[in-house]
């Protein structure tokens, strides 16, 4: 499948998928959150020890099975694999001035 993925959450899988941790909190703006199923993490540091527990630390891989689009909205579908959580998560991103603002994770 030919990605159409907004630039910044292009970025951010290609650095989960090598295990490029800075590369990986690069894509984010400063004030950036994640929220995975619930548990919100703000900031490029708390993100930071959220990604080396359970996201680049634990060898994420993110095989994009389906993705949309709309403004500065996306959504994908994708397998997760590595060493932590394994099988199919929806991610969804907020992005805006070429850098993720949210990012949301959910079963």
Do not use: C, K
Request: charged share 20%; proline share 3%.
């Amino acid at each position: 499948m030919a990605s159409t993925l907004p630039e910044p959450v292009a970025r951010l899988v290609a650095a989960a998928n090598s295990g490029d941790s800075q590369g990986f909190l690069d894509t984010f703006a400063p004030e950036g959150t994640v929220d995975d199923r619930g548990r919100v993490f703000s900031g490029r540091e708390e993100i930071q020890e959220w990604s080396d527990a359970e996201f680049i630390g634990m060898h994420v891989t993110l095989d994009v099975t389906a993705e949309i689009t709309t403004g500065e909205y996306t959504t994908f579908t994708a397998t997760v694999g590595g060493e932590g959580f394994t099988g199919e998560s929806h991610f969804s991103f907020t992005v805006e001035d070429d850098l993720v603002q949210q990012m949301t994770i959910t079963a």
